[in-house]
């Protein structure tokens, strides 16, 4: 059925707009759940909880 189909691709979507992805180890959750916010730089910088890769990096506006 195509109309599962576009169900997936449709909650995909939602799922990338409000969660983070690291590119090293593949941990995936929501913005503001289990990544480590890194509070001694003057950034928005958060960090991977499981393998410690920077996944964020942007100034603070
Ligand atoms: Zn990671």
Redesign the pocket.
């Given at each position: 059925m195509t109309d599962s189909i576009l169900y997936t691709s449709d909650s995909d979507q939602q799922f990338s707009k409000t969660a983070l992805f690291?590119p090293?180890?593949?941990?995936a959750s929501p913005i503001g759940s289990d990544w480590i916010m890194d509070d001694s730089v003057q950034r928005d910088r958060l960090l991977?909880p499981?393998?410690?890769?920077v996944?964020v990096d942007q100034p603070q506006l």
């Open positions: 690291c090293t180890c593949e941990h991977c499981r393998c410690g890769t996944v």
